[in-house]
């Protein structure tokens, strides 16, 4: 059983930053990939970024391309997701998900239903 700890939430002002982890344990290797997606109130979970495990490769939704950034420590199974320039608009709960089977292609990894493990999440407020 995948277990998945997010931290490093709070509340940040507009154009300024955060830095998300996901600890995971119990089982990591089992996935080719982990992402993080977010949840805002009243709103559908939507992807934000992901990570395969072998290569590295990272993929980003576009509203937060060359604002956001993935990345992992296999020695530590911990997962990152640096966040800069944050807008109003990116405030909601941060999940990291882990489980991932499959091609590795962005249509996949941004379906949330083909992750198996998701963590509690993680606050983000972004606001003056």
């Not at 992402?35 to 709103?43: E, I, S, V």
């Not at 530590?76 to 091609?103: I, R």
Request: hydrophobic share 35%; proline share 2%.
């Amino acid at each position: 059983q995948v277990q998945l700890v997010e931290s490093g939430g709070g509340l940040v002002q507009p154009g300024g930053s955060l830095r998300l982890s996901c600890a995971a344990s119990g089982g990591t290797s089992s996935t080719s990939a982990m992402g993080w997606f977010r949840q805002a109130p009243g709103k559908e979970r939507e992807f934000v970024a992901a990570i395969t495990r072998s290569a590295g490769n990272t993929y980003y939704a576009d509203s937060v391309k060359d604002r956001f950034s993935i990345s992992s420590d296999s020695a530590k199974n911990t997962m990152f997701l640096q966040m800069n320039s944050l807008k109003d608009e990116d405030t909601a709960v941060y999940l990291c998900a882990a489980g991932f089977w499959g091609p590795t292609v962005l249509g996949r990894l941004k379906t949330k239903i083909n992750y198996s493990y998701w963590g509690q999440g993680t606050q983000v407020t972004v606001s003056s």
